[in-house]
Each structure stands twice: as C-alpha cells, then as structure tokens.
C-alpha cells in the first residue's frame, strides 16, 4: 500500500541552524509529493509540493527534492528561526487514482526552535 | 480571500451519541475532503467529495457519513461516539480544476473530546 515515513522526532535546534527533515514514501506509480507544516492549536498548512520527479519544491526558505531513485522529499532549509518551531508533515497523493485527492500522510516531526 | 472554515472549533460530546461538523470550503472550491487526527499522529482521510458525488473513502466505519451540499459546503456526521473518535476532524478544499486531484488547503479543525 501507500505509506510515507518520517524521521522520529522531537528536533531541537538553536536559531540559524540547518534543518534536515528526512521522508521517504511507498507508493504505486508516481505519486505527487508535499509538505504540510501545522503550529499549535491551528490546522494544516501547505508548505511545498512537487508532482514528478526531480521537481524542486521551495516556500519561506523550504526546500524538498522529489528523488525518485531513493523514494524521497527530504526538507530543508538553511537557516531556521524560532518562528519555524511547529510540527512538519510529508504527505503522498497517488495519481490516477479516479480523480482521488486522498493524501496519506507520515506521523509528523515535531520541530523546536530556541534562540 | 476567506479560507476553509469550519465550526465548531470545540465540541464535548458522550459516549453514543451523534454529531455533525460542518465546513465551508474556499470560494470556488467544488472538493471537500474530511480528515481525523488523533493526538500525535497525521491526518486519516475519512470522506471526499465532488460536486456532491462521493469521490473517496477511508478506512472508517459505517457510523461515519458525509455529504456536499450545492454551494460545496460540506458535513460530516457521526453516529454512536466512541471513546477512540476524540480527535482533531479537518476539512480541506480544492478547486479540483478540470475535475482532476489538485492541491488541497486545509481548515483549522474542529476538536472533538467523547466523555
């Protein structure tokens, strides 16, 4: 079936450091890719997407690269800020799927920024 | 422009009975989606909808129904509450351009406690 698997959280960085959130997915076909970010007590937001391979997916210093070979989005960003602090999911949508907009999602990786 | 909303933010609710949430997508968006987050985990889809026609289901009992009405607002019911139903319920829009999966934008959620 289709599955995404995130990196065990929590994280815990100080300000300006990098961040690596590690996804890698299962999926039939070719799916499209996206990363959604949810603060505190709020719902889902879209961070970034990418619908084929190679595709480069980049939102407020975000950054995430469909690699097809090793089946994933990692997320990136250079330089992370407090405001960054929130919890971060990858999520799959597998196409061709009769006009299915169902999207699987990973567990989430919690992210704490301390300044 | 107004996002996805959805009401109510908060509902406490016991055991064996029913409720409705209800959700309003963004203007111009004919899909509806219905997610259940339980504490710590990502979204489960639960229903779509398209032009009022189901489009998706998850993997949820029959006490779980859904319909679309013809602005594209949407409802999600359910029956005979179970302890385990507590949870964060999202609802998510998209234009569904050319009648195809598209990118999908979330509300803040309705929390549901069952005493």
């Known amino acids: 079936g289709n599955s995404v698997t995130q990196m065990e959280g929590p994280v815990t960085l100080s300000e300006e450091a990098f961040l690596t959130i590690n996804c890698t997915y299962t999926a039939t076909g070719y799916p499209s890719l996206f990363w959604y970010v949810q603060y505190p007590g709020e719902g889902l937001q879209l961070l970034l997407k990418?619908?084929?391979?190679?595709d480069k997916g980049s939102n407020k210093g975000f950054e995430a690269t469909y690699r097809k070979e090793t089946t994933s989005f990692h997320l990136e960003k250079g330089s992370v800020q407090v405001s960054d602090s929130a919890v971060y999911f990858c999520?799959?949508?597998?196409?061709?799927?009769?006009?299915?907009?169902?999207?699987?999602f990973g567990k989430g990786t919690k992210l704490t920024v301390n300044p | 422009d107004a996002g996805v909303t959805q009401s109510p933010t908060h509902l406490i609710k016991t055991r064996g009975q029913h409720v409705t949430l209800r959700c309003s997508p963004i203007?111009?968006?004919?899909?509806v989606s219905w997610y259940q987050q339980v504490l710590g985990q990502g979204p489960q889809f639960i229903f779509q909808?398209?032009?009022?026609?189901?489009?998706g289901r998850g993997n949820f009992p029959d006490r779980f129904s859904a319909r679309q009405f013809p602005n594209y607002s949407s409802e999600l019911n359910v029956n005979a509450l179970l302890l385990g139903d507590s949870a964060l319920y999202l609802c998510?829009?998209?234009?569904?351009?050319?009648?195809?999966?598209?990118?999908?934008?979330f509300g803040p959620g309705t929390r549901l406690t069952v005493l």
């Open positions: 990418a619908t084929k391979a190679d």
């Open positions: 203007s111009g968006h004919k899909s």
């Open positions: 999520a799959l949508r597998r196409n061709g799927q009769g006009g299915s907009e169902k999207l699987v």
């Open positions: 909808y398209y032009e009022k026609e189901e489009r």
């Open positions: 998510a829009s998209s234009p569904m351009r050319q009648g195809g999966p598209d990118t999908q934008y």
